[in-house]
């Protein structure tokens, strides 16, 4: 019998985080506790999810700032009076990022979007390396039908709107909020489709020293 386990998650905020919440509560863990904030004097493992900042800014500006027709599609882009405010609000959440890595080191297990984007094998070996279980073939297979992207963007057409003002405000099951997943592909480096060339520099030297040291640039 495999030993039941706490368990912390960091999310960083816009980075794959909520796939990864769906499939810690399907493990056999004795505690799970998951949080966008800075934990003090944490014993447990931490698991935290980390994604290129520059996607990670335009998927918060998205759920802000960001205008769809009737189907859904995106059909503005960032002004450079939202693009200021927003990295604003990433850096500091890179802030609450580099304070679990300076005081908790080899406590964490970084789980990076860009590794993990449509690859539920890499997260499934990665944990069971990290907390010492084993995830059978069968129940990687039920996790995975249980947090697809594609089960995911059905819940989200589900989700009822209730506040119409903001719509990721709305939030259906399994925690998934209404326009929580892009309607243009999210895969690594999206935001270039998204933020006009003239303004995509500002972006890059806001977020230069950041991305050089979690290995981005």
């Keep these: 019998m495999q030993k039941k386990m706490k368990v912390l998650q ?4 816009r980075s794959g985080s909520s796939m990864i919440q769906q499939i810690l509560r399907e493990l056999p863990l004795k505690d799970y ?5 800075f934990i003090e004097n944490c014993d447990w493992p931490i698991i935290s999810t980390l994604r290129d900042f520059r996607d990670v800014f335009i998927s918060h500006w998205r759920i802000w700032h ?3 027709d009737d189907n859904g599609n995106l059909i503005n882009s960032p ?5 200021v405010k927003i990295l604003y609000t990433i850096h500091n959440k890179i802030v609450v990022l580099n304070t679990y890595k300076e005081k908790y080191k080899e406590k964490i297990l970084w789980l990076k979007y860009e590794k993990f984007y449509n690859n539920h094998e890499y997260i499934f070996n990665e944990l069971e390396k990290f907390l010492d279980i084993k995830i059978s073939k069968q129940k ?14 059905k819940r989200q057409e ?9 719509i990721f405000n709305n939030v259906g099951e399994e925690g998934i909020h209404a326009n929580h997943i892009s309607p243009v592909d999210s895969k690594p480096g999206y935001w270039k489709k998204i933020v006009n060339q003239e303004f995509q520099y500002l972006i890059e030297e806001s977020l230069s020293e950041e ?7």
């Design 10 to 13: 960091y999310a960083l905020p």
């Design 33 to 37: 506790y998951y949080s966008h904030d």
């Design 66 to 68: 960001g205008e769809f």
């Design 79 to 83: 002004t450079e009076e939202q693009i």
């Design 140 to 153: 990687r297979k039920e996790i995975i039908k249980l947090s697809s992207l594609e089960t995911n963007k």
């Design 158 to 166: 589900l989700v009822p709107i209730v506040d119409k003002k903001r």
């Design 211 to 217: 991305l050089r040291r979690w290995g981005y640039k």
